[in-house]
């Protein structure tokens, strides 16, 4: 099989990145093994798991289910970039802390971002809307019991910090 | 000592780098010149192997090696047998375990050919294409009646039959007690348990430094130490040459305690070879054939009761599907014949398995590891025995309980761990009176559920009981130090994939040297920081490695109050232990850092007194003299949809006995997390595979597991009668909620759609919409 190569330019947590990579790549292998990036975890590789969800220009999308060129001129948010630096917690992630929304924690970086686009676009959800936006996300150790009482949580918070 | 952490439900150590994606797994794992492998798996269930031939995928560029069993020489060899049955009489047990390749014979799809070995995934996937394989098929062996029947094709050509073991085991005389029984109710009961699927797959990740002559492998193992142990031998080097590191691992649930699976022979045996790193990722698809399963079993069953509901015994034959090979001995079926017996009187059993080889991956124990199978036959025996002698469901199983003074009690049949099976401790009948309570039962009966049904709804109501034998021996140590910075360190050989072990051990450390939990620093699952220990499973972690964690906490303490004595010149009993530091009560401003104390322990220079000791620091073992018995019940309402058989969970409530309980926010979790994969055995999750043994649903899409939307809000509560057989008291608790959900599932079920009234017995698990419908058309066919 002919390899063929392309340069690509995306912007990762903010920073920039020019690569070239090989066409088929997938998008979380790029993330992963060409970045570094490891918090992105991959689950099934068919796009059912939600545990590579990214967000893709400010949308959760499942990185499996991309290849790395199409990310050129495109914007990614992962797991490393929900708190800028240093060791603190944003409120969804302090929220699941306090609430024991993890156990093993390898889907947890995919419910993150599927998660916080939610609440960007749901700031005073119900439980009932937070268990449908969590129905793409498989979680084997929770139950997902103490990850919505987190979610609600994070909610809760981030409704009484807004201005 | 004050006890500010124990016992408290207090968030956990290891949350931070989780949830900022700086944990490490193994495929987080990157070394310079690493290669990428892939395996090739057989395509048939059952076949003789004509040929394998991987020289066009050397061909390839990118391509490193490839090797089949041929190429292995003196490496390739069947795998040892991870658990020995245990010595019960007129035991037969045909011990066959699986080699790292096949070589004449593949025995289940998924059994791996070939592996290949390249500079990246890709390019290793790419030359599976390449490889000629040649293959005779066989018929293939699935259905567990007609392998033992005559004429059946043979798993192992060499056996006689595809028995792979047949045990019997009796208490009393079940003959007697049946001849003397009012009601004998029979039936013959079905129960798959599926496969685990934890959302990370396994992996490998094996390198060989020439320079150290030092092997380290990465693996998302159970059971580090025996892996480490076990590969050692194999590859003709000392143990302490082979370091196995089971990192953050991404989810177990009991599969991940295999040995050996093929990957973690292979990738450090053609690291060593090829002296590179090699990296073993196993894709979903793989995982569904390449990692074991738990499956099912056929009970033929038989309860004896007299007209009020006493059991006088049960009789039960069963078949057990071992798959292919049987490398992880009896556990599964002796687990399931032990754990029918439940929080039950049962003067009299009779159960005899017989354990069958087929052309299906590997069974091994799966979170519950065969007690689901045994708690359904009972649970529905003790239904239906209920239905037919019109007595309330609750209270037939209340007639039949242990009494509480009748511990320790011992059921005279020999259990997983060697030991008797005896429960060290229970007290049943409080646990059942508050799930009756926080579930409403009589209320529901009495005055709601008349009310729906006569408004068209199909609600219904189950109450279920369940023990657990859990936290078996052998043995756990822990080592626990502390360090020159003040942080107390604490390491332990048990693998840890998501249980909290980074808090609850740190939970005990921190009481007994008083320090803050956040300040005590948890290793486990690295043989080079702990080189001794058993594994993860059974619900055991914290009730064998939390003692021995425990009785190091201990000492450490003496160890600082002694120092602490002679630094300050005064007594032990005058010093508090507090916040980091040793003080003197009444003594303000006379205080010494933990850290300092641990320098003073270790000098530099001058004459120590003779059987000194270097150091703060203590390792101690622990090993239980049996199993610890933990019980719990769970109720549930229901309601049906009679159109699509979709059923929406009103209500769940779980009420739970572990003994002593170190975090209740951990414990909470364990259980919500069980519960829901009970729920996805026994509603949507099913292995199925036609008769060639061909897997049909070998993705996430196919294969359901439950999702946020399926799993309810479950009502908890406890009780803790504490377990004699070791100085915390605990009993395990990992996989409680797993156990008992499918009966009452099936209970529920048959309630709300008033089942009975109809003929139709549900007597199977999994079941799901569609297997509703059919039961129901059959029923209206008939």
């Known amino acids: 099989m002919d390899i063929d190569q392309h340069r690509i330019s995306t912007a990762v947590n903010g920073a920039r990145h020019t690569k070239t990579v090989e066409s088929r790549l997938l998008l979380s292998d790029f993330i992963r093994h060409e970045l570094l990036l490891a918090g992105t975890h991959v689950g099934c590789e068919h796009g059912v798991c939600g545990a590579c969800t990214i967000l893709f220009d400010g949308l959760p999308t499942r990185s499996c289910l991309m290849f790395a060129v199409q990310a050129d001129g495109h914007e990614i948010v992962t797991v490393e970039g929900l708190t800028s630096g240093g060791d603190g917690l944003n409120p969804l992630q302090q929220a699941m802390h306090e609430k024991h929304g993890l156990q093993c924690g390898y889907c ?12 960007d676009a749901n700031p005073s959800p119900d439980e009932a809307a937070v268990r449908e936006a969590l129905s793409g996300n498989l979680c084997r150790c929770t139950g997902y019991q103490h990850i919505v009482d987190a979610v609600l949580l994070a909610a809760e918070r981030m409704r009484g910090a807004r201005p | 000592m004050t006890t500010r952490y124990f016992g408290a439900p207090i968030p956990r150590n290891e949350d931070q780098r989780l949830l900022t994606g700086r944990a490490l797994f193994v495929d987080d794992v990157e070394l310079p010149g690493m290669l990428h492998a892939a395996l090739l798996r057989s395509p048939v269930a059952h076949a003789r192997i004509r040929k394998v031939d991987v ?14 069993a041929n190429d292995l020489g003196a490496f390739w060899q069947p795998g040892p047998l991870l658990v020995p049955p ?16 096949a070589k004449d014979k593949v025995r289940y799809v998924g059994e791996p050919l070939a592996i290949v070995i390249a500079t990246s995934r890709y390019i290793a996937e790419d030359a599976l294409a390449d490889i000629v394989v040649d293959l005779a098929e066989l018929p293939a062996v699935v259905d567990l009646e007609r392998a033992l029947a005559g004429g059946a094709s043979l798993v192992h050509d060499d056996l006689p039959s595809n028995i792979s073991a047949y045990v019997r085991q009796t208490k009393g005389d079940y003959a007697a007690a049946a001849r003397r029984a009012d009601r004998i109710v029979r039936r013959r009961f079905h129960y798959e348990h599926g496969i685990s699927s934890p959302m990370e797959t396994r992996g490998v990740v094996a390198q060989w430094d020439e320079r150290s002559d030092q092997l380290t492998m990465w693996d998302t193992t159970q059971a580090p130490v025996f892996v480490r142990n076990g590969l050692a031998a194999m590859l003709n080097l000392s143990e302490r040459q082979v370091r196995v590191i089971a990192p953050f691992v991404g989810g177990g649930f009991g599969p991940k305690i295999m040995m050996f699976y093929p990957e973690e022979l292979l990738l450090p045996w053609a690291a060593m070879k090829l002296r590179r790193p090699v990296k073993w990722i196993e894709d979903r698809l793989e995982h569904f054939v390449a990692t074991t399963h738990e499956r099912g079993q056929i009970h033929d069953a038989e309860i004896a009761l007299t007209n009020d509901g006493r059991i006088l015994g049960v009789k039960d034959v069963f078949l057990h599907d071992t798959g292919a090979y049987d490398p992880y001995g009896l556990t599964v079926p002796i687990n ?12 009299a059993y009779d159960s005899t398995f017989t354990a069958v080889f087929t052309n299906l991956p590997i069974v091994t124990p799966y979170r519950g590891a065969g007690r689901q199978h045994g708690v359904f036959v009972m649970e529905r025996l003790l239904d239906i025995a209920a239905h037919e002698l019109r007595i309330d ?7 039949n309980l242990i009494p509480a003074n009748a511990f320790p009690y011992d059921n005279k049949i020999i259990y997983q761990d060697f030991a008797p099976l005896s429960y060290d401790s229970g007290n049943y009948e409080p646990i059942l009176d508050k799930a009756l309570e926080a579930i409403g039962y009589r209320h529901f009966i009495e005055d709601e559920q008349p009310k729906l049904r006569a408004a068209g709804r199909n609600v219904g109501i189950g109450i279920v009981n369940y023990v657990e034998g859990t936290g078996i021996g052998p043995y756990e140590g822990a080592r626990v130090q502390v360090q020159a910075n003040g942080r107390v360190s604490v390491a332990t050989g048990i693998g840890t994939q998501g249980q909290g072990h980074f808090t609850v051990f740190a939970q005990i450390v921190a009481d007994q040297v008083g320090v803050d939990v956040k300040d005590v620093d948890v290793v486990t699952g690295d043989t080079d920081r702990f080189h001794w220990g058993a594994g993860t499973f059974a619900s055991r972690g914290a009730v064998v490695a939390g003692n021995a964690v425990s009785e190091a906490a ?5 160890k600082i109050l002694k120092l602490a004595s002679e630094y300050f010149e005064c007594a032990e009993e005058d010093l508090v232990l507090e916040a980091g530091h040793v003080s003197i009560v009444g003594v303000p401003g006379r ?3 933990l850290g300092e104390l641990a320098m003073k322990a270790n000098p530099m220079r001058g004459a120590v007194k003779p059987g000194t000791e270097p150091g703060l620091e203590s390792t101690q073992y622990f090993g239980p003299p049996g199993g610890t018995t933990a019980s719990g019940v769970h109720a549930m309402i229901v309601e049906v949809d009679p159109d699509t058989f979709m059923l929406e969970i009103k209500k769940y409530v779980v009420v739970h006995d572990c003994g002593t309980v170190i975090n209740p926010l951990i414990l909470a979790g364990q259980i919500h997390g069980g519960v829901a994969q009970g729920i996805g055995n026994a509603f949507f999750e099913k292995l199925i595979f ?19 939307l399926d799993v309810p809000r479950m009502e908890l509560d406890h009780i803790a009668t504490l377990s004699p057989l070791n100085p915390l008291g605990i009993k395990g608790a990992g996989e409680a909620g797993a156990i008992p959900v499918g009966p009452l599932f099936a209970q529920a079920i048959e309630d709300a759609l008033e089942l009975p009234r109809k003929g139709i017995e549900l007597l199977e698990i999994p079941l799901s919409p569609g297997r509703l419908w059919e039961l129901a058309a059959m029923a209206a066919g008939s």
């Open chain 1, 108 to 119: 947890t970086p995919g419910i993150l971002m599927t998660m916080t686009a939610f609440l």
């Open chain 2, 55 to 68: 020289s066009a995928a050397l061909q390839r560029n990118g391509v490193v090696a490839a090797y089949t």
């Open chain 2, 86 to 101: 245990p010595p019960i009489d007129g035991i037969v047990f045909n011990l066959r375990t699986n080699a790292p390749l």
């Open chain 2, 336 to 347: 399931s014949q032990c754990t029918l017996l439940g929080p039950y009187v049962v003067p």
């Open chain 2, 393 to 399: 469901r609750a209270e037939i199983r209340r007639r």
């Open chain 2, 554 to 558: 201990k000492v450490v303490r003496q």
């Open chain 2, 591 to 593: 205080a010494v850092r």
């Open chain 2, 690 to 708: 036609d008769d060639t043994g061909q897997i049909l649903t070998a993705s996430l899409a196919d294969y359901l597991l439950p999702t946020s």
